[in-house]
Nanobody, 126 residues
């Protein structure tokens, strides 16, 4: 099992930037497929971005070209750089990890992940 702790959320004006961090302990993040999900009030949890064990990246269409997921193995941390934030990006953001069936797999279904952080609130204001 891996323990995940998110940080970096906050309040930012629309158009601004934030960087979320997901610090892992227990096992190395390079052993897992890692992903960020988010859940806005009254909405279902949705996939935001993911990185496979081999570094393949995947993004939801709504965040493509604005968000960047990355992994720093030396710090056992995964990041989500969020630029050009929109009001609709407001949500609680969760980091998730799973031991994938293949090196290149990045599941988009939250039900496939069995390790979750506690979440961090991101609020974009007008």
């Amino acid at each position: 099992q891996v323990q995940l702790v998110e940080s970096g959320g906050g309040l930012v004006q629309a158009g601004g930037s934030l960087r979320l961090s997901c610090a892992a302990s227990g096992r190395t993040v390079s052993s897992y497929a890692m992903a960020w999900f988010r859940q806005a009030p009254g909405k279902e949890r949705e996939f935001v971005a993911g990185i496979s064990r081999t570094g393949i990246l995947d993004y939801a269409d709504s965040v493509k070209n604005r968000f960047t997921i990355s992994r720093e193995n030396a710090k056992n941390t995964v990041y989500l750089q969020m630029n050009s934030l929109k009001l609709e990006d407001t949500a609680v953001y969760y980091c998730a990890a799973v031991l994938p069936r293949t090196l290149w797999q990045v599941p988009r279904q939250g039900s496939e992940y069995d390790n979750w952080g506690q979440g961090t609130q991101v609020t974009a204001s007008s």
